[in-house]
């Protein structure tokens, strides 16, 4: 069941006790029993859709970016509006925003506006920071939800407003190539860490051999390191159970980028969580600091590079 179908509309809330559900915004309820069982981030996305009901306000930040099923790294306490005045309530709050463009989301009880792809994730990075908005335009990037172009003019727009500067960085740095929050965050990881080293990363570049095009998510261009992120359904089967297949096929893949001279530092979504693969990257790159380019790296072209 889609989130938007689980409102319903009821005038006294004595009948809405009696009946077993919990209050989300003015008039707007949900069954107790299915809120309480949902994540933390689901639970802010319903009560954002219920607010979008109730509220003659677009959505905007993070509401928007859940009501537009962009994923999120946390919930945030308010409820997010664009509109002409700044306010904050026990729920709400509304943040002065020029609106540039909307979209209309669908729920059971009706539609309403919610800001549009570009404006959203602007916005996401200038009340909530580069990450979270880095999450959200790599999440848009690669599912054509919005073009480059279309981001850099909500960035223009956003000039005069407060977070202009990390607006500016998001833009430089995001790019389609990441398919998952914890890739956005390994990204701004190295950029945030090695910048000052001047090395060349890239990210998603196309690793040409004999037989195949290779596409690494991170790649030390001058170093020859790749920078696998292995989530934790990139082995399983449509079922959920490992694939034998899958498994052989990445370690053939990655015997043969071995023969190239690359070398291959895998990482899972808990040692991202905890930064637990920083001590091994860094002494990666100091024994290779010293290595020979191999005649092989040649072979790498494109991809999306890690800089301002």
Request: with cysteine; proline share 5%.
């Amino acid at each position: 069941m889609e989130l938007g179908e689980a409102l319903t509309r009821i005038k006294r809330s004595r009948d809405a006790k009696a009946a077993g559900l919990c209050n989300l915004a003015p008039g707007i309820y949900t069954d107790e029993a299915l809120f309480r069982s949902l994540l933390p981030t689901d639970r802010f996305t319903l009560k954002a859709l219920a607010y979008g009901v109730a509220k003659n306000l677009p959505l905007a930040g993070l509401a928007a970016a859940a009501a537009l099923q962009i994923p999120i790294a946390k919930p945030y306490k308010y409820v997010e509006f664009a509109g002409p005045y700044s306010r904050t309530t026990a729920q709400m709050q509304v943040r002065y925003r020029p609106l540039r463009g909307v979209r209309d989301v669908n729920t059971v009880l009706g539609s309403f506006e919610v800001t549009d792809f570009p404006s959203t994730c602007v916005d996401v990075a200038r009340w909530h920071g580069l990450e979270e908005g880095m999450i959200a335009a790599d999440y848009c990037l690669a599912n054509h939800l919005m073009t480059r172009g279309e981001l850099e003019d909500a960035e223009f727009d956003s000039r005069s407003l407060n977070g202009a500067e990390t607006v500016r960085r998001l833009v430089a740095l995001a790019s389609p190539g990441q398919q998952s929050p914890m890739e956005s965050k390994m990204k701004l990881k190295l950029w945030r860490e090695l910048r000052e080293l001047e090395y060349e990363i890239v990210a998603q570049p196309e690793i040409h051999t004999t037989n195949n095009v290779y596409y690494p998510d991170f790649l030390f261009k001058e170093l020859g390191i790749i920078v696998e992120y292995d989530g934790k359904g990139k082995y399983l089967d449509k079922n959920g159970r490992p694939d034998g297949k899958i498994i052989f096929r990445e370690r053939e893949r990655e015997k043969v980028l071995m023969a190239m001279g690359f070398d291959v530092l895998r990482v899972t979504t808990e040692v991202v969580a905890e930064c637990d693969y920083w001590d091994g990257l860094m002494q990666l790159i100091r024994d290779r600091e010293w290595y020979p380019r191999h005649p092989q790296w040649g072979c790498v072209e494109g991809g999306f590079p890690i800089r301002l």
